[in-house]
């Protein structure tokens, strides 16, 4: 592929919409002082052999366990509950081998996946080119944060306007969108109730404020079409638009010139608006990229198989999308806790721990366990679904780090015990007595 010269390229844009507000603390890890001014993350140094634990079970911390038998009660079947420490030893659990639906919880796959699969500096582009036989061709690859701005650079550099008059079209332009088959749109077994929320927007590649505004966006490329000749027409040009499937048309030849390209937000921002924020539609698009694949059942199924390549305990999981909307998802909290002890080994460990909200400080968990011994000190993912409760992530202890995973289906009162197990699990660390074995 030919690119044309840099006196031709419009300025890239700053990250100043969805993504930006999301990266302030995005350098704090366990152990710093959370009051600091946010530091950057810079790669870490390569590990030269990953000397990875596995799960370690039946030596459980007698006190830790009591505790959370003692605040689950007869309710406890509601729940699936483990504590693991950075050895991998199993400190405390409550039906840790039974999958229960996770609901957001699920993100913590999907981003761990795509950190391992793509590494923290991968971007999603999105690229205006000219094909040898002067066909416009505009494909993206998800970009949560596209925007109307980026539209009118793309119809600037469509007409000839980006800086470089040596083409300039006086025709009217033939402009071919790339977009995956409204199929693939919506997973099949989101509730369609669900798809008409922003939280349920549709997942496409071409996808201006990541398909919603105060709700979801049921027509996004109608919407991109409107905006794009709109757009052309406003800068005095004319275009006639044609959809065509991401798939089925032949790829653009080595011929082709790049007229413009817009970069979304580095892999480790992305990461940490799933997680920090819950956004599903950049869940859901580092699942199809870490896969390699649109259709998210194929997407799913390649997740699977990564997981099962990290020697996790895996009973009853099962992948459904990569977002949690979804309720044929099921996952243990033996999967999670043991997950999350892993990626705390991986080389990119700082990025996934820093996607992640903050309690009573940083995203989902900005609100929750304010003037508590929780906060600053939880660094987690949250989740609800309809009579689904769930967090799990890292908490920091006198003790080292502990790997929480809690899960209720069909719990009262879930939102308030959560608080209390992981107030427990804070309080008995460390546990003196946690080499005795506990049933």
């Not at 002067?134 to 596209?146: Q, Y």
């Not at 005095?236 to 959809?243: I, M, T, V």
């Amino acid at each position: 592929m030919k690119i044309i010269p840099a006196s031709f390229q419009i300025t890239k844009r700053t990250h100043s919409q969805l993504l930006i507000r999301i990266l302030g603390a995005g350098g704090i890890l366990i152990g710093s002082n959370v009051n600091a001014a946010p530091t950057v993350l810079s790669p870490p140094p390569p590990v030269a052999v990953q000397g990875w634990p596995s799960l370690q079970s039946g030596r459980l911390c007698p006190s830790l366990q009591r505790s959370f038998k003692s605040l689950l009660g007869q309710g406890s079947s509601a729940w699936s509950v483990s504590v693991v420490d950075r050895h991998g030893q199993l400190l405390a659990d409550i039906n840790g081998t039974v999958a229960k639906v996770p609901a957001s919880n699920q993100k913590l796959i999907t981003t761990a996946f795509a950190l391992d699969k793509l590494g923290p500096d991968f971007k999603l582009r999105t690229q205006l080119l000219r094909r040898p036989d002067g066909v416009l061709e505009i494909s993206g690859e998800g970009d949560p944060d596209l925007g109307v701005t980026e539209i009118q650079r793309f119809a600037m550099a469509a007409l000839g306007q980006g800086g470089s008059r040596t083409f300039r079209s006086h025709d009217d332009l033939q402009l071919m969108i790339r977009e995956e088959p409204q199929q693939r749109w919506w997973p099949s077994d989101w509730h369609p109730a669900d798809r008409i929320y922003a939280y349920g927007a549709p997942i496409t590649r071409l996808a201006l404020t990541s398909n919603a505004l105060d709700v979801a966006v049921t027509n996004p490329i109608g919407r991109l079409q409107r905006l794009l000749e709109r757009e052309i027409h406003r800068q005095g040009g004319k275009a006639h638009l044609s959809l065509v499937n991401h798939d089925q048309v032949k790829k653009s030849s080595a011929q082709s010139v790049l007229l413009h390209e817009e970069d979304s937000a580095p892999m480790h921002a992305l990461v940490s608006l799933a997680n920090a924020e819950s956004h599903n539609f950049t869940a859901e698009v580092l699942l199809r990229h870490a896969a390699e694949s649109w259709d998210v059942r194929l997407a799913s199924r390649e997740a699977m198989r990564w997981m099962q390549r990290q020697n996790l305990p895996l009973t009853g999981l099962r992948i459904a999308d990569g977002s949690g909307l979804s309720r044929n998802n099921r996952m243990s909290s033996q999967t999670l806790a043991t997950l999350l002890m892993r990626m705390g080994h991986h080389p990119l460990a700082p990025y996934y721990q820093a996607s992640m909200a903050i309690a009573g400080q940083r995203g989902t968990l900005r609100k929750l366990f304010r003037g508590t011994s929780l906060e600053g000190k939880f660094w987690g993912k949250t989740g609800t679904l309809n009579g689904v409760r769930s967090i799990s992530g890292i908490l920091e202890t006198v003790d080292g780090p502990r790997y929480v995973s809690a899960i209720a289906n069909g719990a009262s009162s879930a939102n308030r015990t959560i608080g209390l197990l992981l107030k427990a699990t804070q309080r008995f660390s460390p546990c003196s007595s946690s080499l005795s074995t506990s049933n």
